[in-house]
């Protein structure tokens, strides 16, 4: 016959308690459906006045741009000013969100021409070196929060990182030499003549075989 021992003391369960990723948002952020997305995906929220970038999830840094605001950020020139300050950390990268709803290449006379954001994007990606990641809607760039959050480790960053910014005259530069087959000695020789990134694009052919030869024929293509 077997024995209880009344007398000993009941073990107590132990819990281990599991800590939710926190995630660092811009305050400028907090309207955005994306937010809303990563609650329910059991994400913790912080919202900070971030000098860069839209997210951090622990040592990577987002930017994240809906196709209007890509779009209009180039227009501006915004954009290049925003990689230049995301590079500042080892680990980043930028979300261009809402291509499932809204055409990215979009040729209407308003809008920025499909080979020229062609442009932007080798510019973005050749150039600053700064990959992309295109995704769905806000669900599918919270999906993406999420995934990172839960395989990065723990790391501490500076939050304080310094603003950068490139003149116009770079600026420009950068963009032609998102071009097929245009380098940083073309793109200087053209806004030498030129002087905007319309001027080249609206010069007469034979203008601009005289200046770069065959390689014109790129800017035709964008007519």
């Known amino acids: 016959m077997i024995f209880e021992n009344i007398f000993q003391k009941p073990q107590r369960k132990t819990y281990k308690i599991i800590e939710k990723p926190k995630i ?58 925003q990689l230049e300050e995301i590079k500042q950390y080892p680990k980043h990268f930028l979300i261009i969100e809402g291509i499932e709803h809204q055409e990215l290449y979009n040729d209407e006379p308003e809008g920025m021409n499909g080979n020229a954001i062609r442009g932007v994007l080798l510019t973005i990606i050749l150039n600053y070196k700064v990959p992309i ?23 501490h960053l500076s939050l304080n990182p310094k603003k950068k910014s490139r003149n116009k005259d770079e600026q420009k530069q950068f963009i032609l030499e998102g071009f097929p087959g245009i380098g940083p000695a073309t793109a200087k020789k053209l806004l030498k003549e030129f002087k905007t990134i319309k001027g080249i694009i609206n010069a007469p052919l034979e203008k601009l075989q005289k200046i770069i030869g065959k390689k014109s024929d790129i800017f035709k293509l964008i007519d």
């Open 24 to 81: 660092l948002v811009d305050h400028r952020e907090k309207n955005s459906l994306v937010i809303s997305e990563l609650i329910q995906l059991g994400l913790e929220i912080e919202f900070q006045q971030l000098k860069v970038a839209d997210f951090i999830v622990k040592d990577v840094v987002i930017e994240r741009k809906t196709i209007n605001d890509f779009i209009n950020s180039v227009i501006n020139k915004r954009l290049f000013n």
């Open 133 to 155: 990641i295109f995704t769905k809607d806000e669900k599918d760039t919270a999906m993406f929060i999420n995934v990172l959050s839960r395989k990065q480790k723990k790391a």
